[in-house]
């Protein structure tokens, strides 16, 4: 199996080769004895999507997944997004997996020659990209930017909701709108997410993948019980974030860029917590976070259904090495921190015990 059809598992050449390696899901859900390791990969997956946003194996991970579990699991992640009983799954589901093939795709396209290209075929290319989404007649090169046709322009950008996508503010020109190289990139991540969401939830699942899943969906549903948090917060006060947030906020307020985690950590606990776009860009500001950057994420995570992303444990945050309480290197000590496991559950308490607290919209 190829090394780049389980990074990019959407492609419709890697569909194939599943198609073509002849492994049935059933097969791989009913196997007797351990579970396979497409299916733990696939339980990891969705798992990650819908708590994290990303679908990246974690960084401090003990075990390493092969091409072939690596490129098996998608198909059984789709199946498991679709059984999955939680609200927003499937979008939550298909906006990770974008973000992922985006930071993959930016990172190969930026490092065409890092060596991997010579030795795998593990990278990918612009061209792959545009021929893979039907765009290679509709995307040319124009000196440092590009021009896409108007009318697969209007198709991608219909679902982004920043201004600047609105077509009376784009430069036209023949029949085309000039496009940054990051904004080409952003109309390619759109794509895949619309590729991954395409025929989700799946209309049927077998009876006997379905049975052999059971266990797998009860997993994933217990995980997701203990991130369900109260969401009736709607107050905006800084001065009662947990530490983690607190110097997540104080990094953004600095311009500094954020890895993409900790963005995602900080965006989720503030659409959490009742924040919109304008909220979060005014508290933030937009250096660190970038305007568009910005309002891509809070479109995804805060959408108006409510199906919000939690955001992440304290568990997960110490992986991130995001945690300063957890940090043996940093002084931050906090007694409230020692009782919880979540910032959001930190942030309800604090707020019950504050006195008088005042909303920062209202300051
Ligand atoms: S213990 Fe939890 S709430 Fe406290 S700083 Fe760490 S991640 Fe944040």
Known sequence: MDPLHARYPFLAAARESVRSADIGLAEIVVSEGDRHPAV??????????????TVRPPEDAERRWGTSAELL???????LVSLLDAPGAVEKYASAEADTAYERFTSDLENPDDGLKSTTTSAITLDDLLA?????????????NYRMAVGDYLALSSGLSADEWRLPVRQLADGTVVLKEAELHELLREATRRRIAEGLPLAQ??????????????ELEDTFSEVELARDIDTLA???FPPCMSALLERARDGENLENHSEFALVTFLASIGADAEDIAA?????????????????????EKGSQFAPPTCATMAAYEECPVAD?????TDERCAEITHPLVYYEEALAEADGVTDWREA
């Open 73 to 79: 699991s998608y198909p059984v992640a789709r199946v």
């Open 283 to 303: 508290l933030c500001g937009t250096e660190g976070l970038g305007q568009r950057a910005l309002q891509y994420r809070v479109d995804r995570i805060a959408d």
């Open 132 to 144: 893979e989404f039907d765009l290679a007649s509709a995307v040319e090169q124009r000196g440092e």
């Open 238 to 240: 800084p001065g009662q």
């Open 40 to 53: 733990e990969r696939g339980r990891q997956r969705v798992r990650r999507a819908l708590i994290d946003g």
């Open 205 to 218: 699942v077998p009876d006997p993948i379905r049975e052999g899943l059971t266990g797998v969906i009860e």
């Open 328 to 332: 043996e290197d940093d002084p931050t």
